[in-house]
Structures are given as C-alpha cells and as structure tokens.
C-alpha cells in the first residue's frame, strides 16, 4: 500500500518494541526514581546557571584564598555557598546579613574569649547562651521560619561566626585578635566573590524584578478568582477546601522585598505590592463572610443570582486579562459597574423593606427573605470593593507614580513562646555538647563542639529542627563519600591550583544542582557546606592525609546525630501540642478583639492566620488529614469570627444603633468577652448570647422605621449572623473540653 493514497503507516516493528520497552520502564519503579533524578541529567537553564555561577565564584575565593596564603582557606568558598541563592534579590539580601551577621559573631566572640581564657565551664556557659540569644532573636525577626528569610540568616551568620572564631580562640587565647580578623577575611572574601560574580550573571534585572511583582500577583488572585467563582456557583465549602491557598499568600509576599532589591534605586513598587496582596487576602476574608450569610437559602434571590452570576463571569476571566496592561482600564470599568449594580440592588432591598415596615401588617416570611438577600448582597459589594482597592494597587506597582509617598510596611508578628523554646534547645544542645568534650578531653572535641555551633544556628530557628538534621545527615553522608574519594584517590595526584579547580567543578556543581531542587534542598545545604572543610585544600604537596581526613569526618557525623537526638528529645515538636496551642491562642485573639479599647485591626487578624496555616502546614510537613483539615477550616472560623467582631465594634462606635440593639450587641460583645470554648455539659454561653443577639434584633428591625438606624441594625445583624453560623460549623475546634480534634477522627 502506497504512502499517498491516504493512510497512515504502520509504525516499524523495531520501533514499536522499543516504545513498549521505554514505557515499562518508565512504569517500573526504579524508572520513576530515575524520572525523579532529572534535576541531575536535565536541569532547568535557570539552574544550571546557578549551579555554574556559584561553582565558579567558589572557586575563585577558594583560589584567592589560597594565593594570600590564609590558613584556612575553606572557609571563603563555605562562605560562598551559605550566601549564594536562585535570584539576585535573594543574594544580595543574605550577603548584606551575613556580613552584619559576621560582625555581631566577631564581636562577641573576641569578648567572650577574652572574658573567660583559662575557664573552660564558663566558656561553655557564655558560649551557650550566646548561641541562644542569637536563635531567640532569629525567630523574632521578620519572615517565615524557612533557610531562606535573610533577616534570620543574620543571626545565623551570627551563631555561625561565634562558633567557629571563639573556639579556635580559645585554644590560643592569646591570638584571639589574628583568629578573629582572619575568619573575619575568609568570610568576607566570600561575600564579595559571590556578590561580584553573580551580577555578572544577571541581565535586564530590573524589568525582571517588575515582571516578577506581576507574576506574583496574578499567581496569587488566579485561585482566589476562581474559589470565589466556585462559591458565587453555590459551593459553600469552595473556600474551605482552599485554605492552605492563603498559606501561599505568605510566600508570594517574601518575594516582594527581594524584587525591591533587585530594582535598586525605585519607586514604592514594593509597598504597593504588599498592600495588593493584602487586598487578596481581605478578598478571601470577605468571601468567608459570604459563605456564612449564604446557609440561609433566603439570601439567594432573584437580584442576588443575577449580580452573582455576572461577578463569578468576571471573576474567572480576570487572571488571564491582568498581564495586559492595556486591558486594565476596561477592566475596572466592568468592575466599577458591577460594584453600582451592587449598590443598586442593595439599596433596592433596603426600599423594600422600607416600603413593607411602614405599611403594616408586615408580612415577616417576606420581610425575612428581602432582608437576608439584601445582606448577602451588601457583602458581595464589600467584596467587590476590595477587589478594585487591590487591583488599583496592583497597577500602582506595576505603572509607579512619580513622587509617591505611599508606604505598607512589613508587618510582623512574634511568638515569644516558639522563640524561648528556640533559644532553650539550641543552648542546652550546646552546653550537653560542651560538657561531653570537657569530661571526655577528646582530641577532636572542638572540632565536635564547632560543628554543633553551626547546626545549632542553622537549625534551631526552624519550625521542625529534628527533620531538617535528618535531611542534613544524608546530605553529610552523602559529602563524606565525596570527599573521601577526593582526600584519598584525586588531591594526592594534584600539584597545582587549575587542576584541582578542575576536578572539584563536577562535584560541586553537583551540589549546585541538589540546591536548586527542592526536594534535596536541606541535603545539599550540607553538601556544599561541607565538601571543602572535609576536603580541605593548603598550599602543600600533599592537601590533607587520611587521619586527618577521618578525624574531620567522624565529629561531624557524630555532630549530625547528636543534634537529631537533642532535637527528639528535648523540647521536641509535638504536632498536637502546637495545634492545641493555636487553638487557645484562637480563643484568646477573639476574647481580645471584644474587650480590649485598642483591639487588633482588620488586616492583623488576617495577617496573624494565615502565620498561624503557614505554621500548621509546616508542621505537618505538608502532609494533609482530617485532623488538619479540620484545624485550617478553624484558623479560617476564627479569623471569619475575628472580623466580624471588629465590624460590630465599629457599627458600635458610629452611635446609630438604637439603644435596644445597642444593649444587645454589648451583652453578646461581654459573653464573648469571656469565651472559653469549653462547651462541655452545657449548652455554649457565647453561642446562645450570639443566638439571642439575633433574635432580638430580627425582632428590632422588623419594626424599624428610621432608615439610618435600620441599616445599623442590619449591618450589624449581619456580622451576628456570621458569629452564630461559624460558632456552630466549627463547633469540634472551638470546644476546649476535649484537647485535640485527633480522636473525633480515629
């Protein structure tokens, strides 16, 4: 049969049997392990250049080092590696920190030495709480508890150069001054090199970061649009089953200050991107109040469906229209009609209301279902208004304004508790780790003793410090072997500086490579880290023998394991300790915001959740259950009650509430003021005043013919019904009676 009579033809029979053979294998286990190894034999460009570029800035401190002669020259390329990241943001933000983060080390480790030179015991003490301190203000600085927040890298630059100066200077308590300007050198040599070669790499860094600030956006409102659609469709749950969406608002707005860094010299791009996130996430809070008001099937009318149906059209089809700038003007013009459609149509509901409570009898059934759509309307307008406060800030960043005062600084928000348990865990590993080398005169205990320094700081400020060693243990094991190889089998064939540069370029870029994926991204931390101090490379014939090689090796796994054992056991990370902690923290946020005469604000309450998702997510590991579920959907209740009664406090402070209905929200107001969450065997006595509240104003406004006041009263019957509906959907998490949610799941 001929190829032109339309047919297609058959495939090759050898073809075919190597198109079998390539998906079995692909299918097979060990092919899916190699599949997953394509950050190894098919990296990205992206990492592949970082991977390059660190490799070859590395390499030059390492042979700058060794051209000066510095006695230790493996720390300038450790150096190199501790600093070097992905972007050019996130770069320059950790060198900046390092380098502060080395001074503060550098000073008090040249006092502590010279405080206590012939005291061993009392070194370790100082040493010990020094080390704490550091861990103790890393965890209060800004930013997520992740290796990549700049902010606590500092302190851990801090606890890394104390370690690592006031050790050697002990032994020669004499030559503390040369020890500390000489590691002072090696790290700053590092700094610089990485600085220097990585903007060597970079081009058009500006519009990147600009693009950047978009892209994260847009990353950003497409899932929130289209959670929002699914719940304007009628999927009350929709937000629900998103919640760990706003845990990556928390991540997108990390990104922010290293796109700034990026910029140099600009506008106030960045505030304006902040603020715009934080419009997402008001965005979501009011969906959340929506979702409350719509169990009540009264709040979905005629007027209600049709302004649903046209907002859901808009919002599914916004993130593909954002990234065209030119399209921007037509957006938020559909956006502003939709938002007076909503005005109309509330006030619409208000007129009627108006019309039947002044015409008696009323007819309740009727009044009920004009009131409650108007409600949910009324919401869908607040929502909709804060999705153009956060377009207009969006644009803001992405078209700057000449002359721009605007600011919307980091917020912050501290937990003293984590903290102190921080700083408690990193200075008894140390002091244990001391006391083993004074009582044993191990040869090689500093060695142990530095290396515990340096976990310590790097890991003591995470949220789960003992399964970050267990990833830094397999990525020594795995360095050990490396350099093994290099110590015993390549460094002794090597006499001169090109050669060895050309033999450590595979093996680092190696590690380069593991760094950039993020699944053996601990493992190669410890890699590069480690690779030049267990291969450490002199300016001799021979580099460095076996012995010694092996009396490196053996503290830092010993190191490794020591640490992973203090972490388990002292001051360990118990997932339901923390859990029941967020929840009484939770109970005691809501009675804040009803008593305090200076409560938290708005953008507080939604800043303080989305830490407490982004903790709970990370203390899991990621892995999702019912009980965590169960735990996301309460932080979401507790931030839905939060807002709503920061709405009631304002409706209060406006002085338009009839004095009936005033009495009522404060008595409500004064029982939450007092919510335990014990619900126990008795009916909840902030559920019931909640429940009572509305009666009593359902009651009010049915008879209420003064429209100022009328419309008080239903905005704050409105943020009483949320109270009422979140109170009894998350009736499990808010009941302190039973410590944990685990056990209604077993």
């Known amino acids: 049969m001929g190829m032109n009579d339309g047919t ?260 106030r791009e960045g505030d304006h991107a902040r603020a715009a996130l934080a419009g997402v996430a008001a965005l979501f809070s009011r969906g959340l109040e929506l979702a409350a008001l719509m169990a009540d099937p009264a709040s979905c009318g005629a007027s209600w469906d049709k302004l649903a149906s046209d907002s859901r059209s808009f919002l599914l089809s916004l993130p593909d229209r954002l990234p065209n700038s030119a399209a921007f003007s037509a957006i938020m013009a559909e956006l502003n009609d939709l938002r007076a459609t909503s005005r109309v149509e509330a006030a619409n509901c208000l007129a009627r209301e108006m019309e039947m409570v002044t015409h008696p009898p009323v007819d309740v059934v009727a009044e009920t279902v004009i009131t409650r759509e108007g409600q949910a309307v009324h919401i869908l307008g607040d929502m909709l208004d804060e999705l153009a406060t956060s377009l207009q800030q969006f644009e803001a960043s992405r078209n700057p304004i000449a002359h721009d005062h605007f600011r919307y600084p980091i917020e912050t928000w501290r937990d003293w508790r984590q903290a102190t348990g921080n700083s408690l865990r990193a200075s008894v590993s140390m002091f244990v780790a001391g006391v083993i080398w004074i009582t044993t005169a191990w040869p090689q205990g500093l060695f142990f003793l530095m290396f515990v320094g340096i976990i310590n700081s790097l890991f003591s400020t995470l949220e789960t410090p003992a399964v970050a060693t267990r990833a830094f243990l397999h990525g020594t094991v795995v360095v050990t072997a490396v350099a093994a190889f290099m110590v015993i089998l390549v460094m002794p064939a090597i006499s001169t500086y090109e050669m060895m540069a050309m033999c450590f370029i595979p093996v680092m870029m190696v590690g380069g490579l593991a ?150 929200v404060q008595d409500m107001l004064a029982r939450m003021a007092q919510f335990t969450g014990r619900y126990g065997g008795h009916y909840g006595r902030t559920e019931h005043a909640t429940d009572a509240a509305v009666a009593a104003l359902v009651r009010l406004e049915q008879g209420e013919t003064n429209l100022s006041q009328r419309v008080e009263i239903l905005r704050a019957l409105a943020d009483l019904r949320v109270i009422a509906a979140e109170l009894k959907e998350n009736r499990l998490f808010f009941d302190a009676s039973s410590p944990y949610l685990d056990p209604v799941f077993q």
């Open 515 to 664: 760094f950039s994926n993020p699944a053996t991204i601990l493992g190669a931390v410890a890699y590069n880290l480690f690779l030049t101090i267990l291969v450490s490379p002199f300016n001799d014939e021979r580099m460095l023998d076996e012995i010694t090689f092996f009396n490196t090796a053996m503290p830092l796994f010993l190191t490794m394991a020591f640490c992973m054992w203090m972490y388990r056991i002292f001051l360990p990370l118990d997932p339901d300790g923390v859990r029941w902690t967020m929840r009484m923290q939770i109970l005691q946020m809501l009675r804040g915001l009803a008593r305090r005469p200076y409560p938290l604000r708005p953008h507080d309450v939604i800043g303080v959740s989305i830490e407490r998702m982004v903790r709970l997510l990370n203390t899991v590991g990621g892995r999702r259950g019912p009980v965590v579920d169960a735990y996301l959907h309460g932080v979401l209740s507790g931030m839905t009650v939060g807002l709503a009664i920061l709405s009631l406090r304002e409706v209060m402070a406006r002085g338009n509430l009839p004095a009936q209905a005033k009495r009522n």
């Open 8 to 267: 297609i033809p058959g495939q090759h029979p050898f073809m075919a049997r190597l198109h079998f053979l390539l998906t079995c294998f692909t299918s097979s286990r060990f092919g899916s392990w190699v599949a997953r190894q394509k950050w190894l034999y098919a990296p990205s460009l992206l990492n592949f250049g970082y991977a390059l570029r660190t490799t070859i800035a590395s390499l030059i401190a390492l042979g700058i080092a060794l051209w000066w002669e510095l006695g230790s020259p493996q720390w300038a390329p450790l150096t190199v590696w501790m600093i070097a990241q992905g972007s050019r943001g996130k770069s320059l933000a950790k060198a900046r920190w390092h380098m502060f983060g080395m001074i503060v080390g550098t000073l008090i480790a040249f006092g502590l030495v010279a405080s206590a030179p012939q005291q061993p015991l009392l070194f370790i003490l100082l040493l010990s709480g020094f080390i704490g301190m550091l861990c103790f203000v890393g965890t209060l600085l800004p930013g997520p508890a992740s290796m990549a927040n700049y902010r606590m890298h500092g302190m851990r630059a801090s606890g890394f150069t104390l370690s690592i100066i006031s050790l050697d200077g002990i032994a020669d308590p004499s030559h503390i001054f040369e020890i500390s300007m000489a590691r002072a050198t090696y790290i700053t040599l590092g700094i610089v090199c990485e600085t220097v070669i990585s903007s060597l790499f970079q081009f058009q860094l500006t519009q990147r970061a600009r693009n950047r600030l978009v892209d994260n956006y847009v990353a950003a409102i497409k899932p929130t649009a289209n959670t929002l659609g699914a719940l304007l469709a009628g999927e009350r749950d929709a937000l629900r089953k998103s919640a760990e969406m706003m845990a990556t608002l928390a991540s997108l707005g990390d990104q922010i200050e290293f796109a700034e860094i990026e910029m140099g010299k600009h506008e």
